[in-house]
Nanobody, 119 residues
Framework: QVQLVESGGRLVQAGGSLRLSCAAS????????MGWFRQAPGKEREFVAR????????YYANSVAGRFTISGDNAKSTVYLQMNSLKPEDTAVYYC????????????WGQGTQVTVSS
């Protein structure tokens, strides 16, 4: 089993910054990639960013590219999401996930951390 715990979410004013953290524990040594997703009220969960441990490639949703940065430490099984120039539309519960079993599948998810951006 793998456990993921997110932290760092809080209320912030538009234009501000936040850094989210996600710590994985358990059977993490074979993790291929980790990612961040978010779900706003009344909307479906959407992809935000991901990092591939083999090579360190990163990918972003168009809506956050240039404002958010994903980074991490595979040895520590930790991933971060630096969020700058936050907008009210970034308000959501942010989840981290890990691809470790079935390739290309997000096998485990955290419980989420609430990010609220006030205008």
């Amino acid at each position: 089993q793998v456990q993921l715990v997110e932290s760092g979410g809080r209320l912030v004013q538009a234009g501000g910054s936040l850094r989210l953290s996600c710590a994985a524990s358990g059977r993490t040594f074979s993790s291929r990639r980790m990612g961040w997703f978010r779900q706003a009220p009344g909307k479906e969960r959407e992809f935000v960013a991901r990092i591939h441990w083999n090579g360190g490639s990163t990918y972003y949703a168009n809506s956050v590219a240039g404002r958010f940065t994903i980074s991490g430490d595979n040895a520590k099984s930790t991933v971060y999401l630096q969020m700058n120039s936050l907008k009210p539309e970034d308000t959501a519960v942010y989840y981290c996930a890990v691809d470790i079993d079935l390739p290309g599948t997000w096998d485990y998810w955290g419980q989420g951390t609430q990010v609220t951006v006030s205008s």
